[in-house]
């Protein structure tokens, strides 16, 4: 005699509510962070400093919808062309 009763299963675990964030929150708390390590290893105005906020900058673009890809993202944030923002960045990336 063969048993057709489905294998018990796990109850369903409860799941846990996520957070939801404003575009302001991610905004402050992006720029937060980069400033958090910005002042922790006391970098200049150049390089660092720009590469993190070349990373905010497109972050926030992403999210909002407003670039699919970084040439985007410099376009819609900077009032620069891709390379010369790039340039800013590759002097911390040698």
Do not use: C, K
């Amino acid at each position: 005699m063969h048993d057709n009763t489905p294998p018990a299963t796990a109850a369903p675990q409860p799941t846990v509510p996520r957070a939801a964030f404003t575009d302001d929150d991610v905004v402050t708390a992006l720029n937060q962070a980069a400033d958090d390590i910005l002042d922790a290893v006391d970098a200049g105005d150049e390089g660092l400093r720009d590469a993190l906020n070349l990373m905010v900058n497109a972050t926030i673009a992403y999210l909002r919808g407003d670039a699919r890809d970084l040439r985007e993202a410099v376009e819609h944030s900077y009032g620069e062309d891709h390379e010369t923002v790039l340039g800013w960045v590759e002097q911390v990336a040698r």
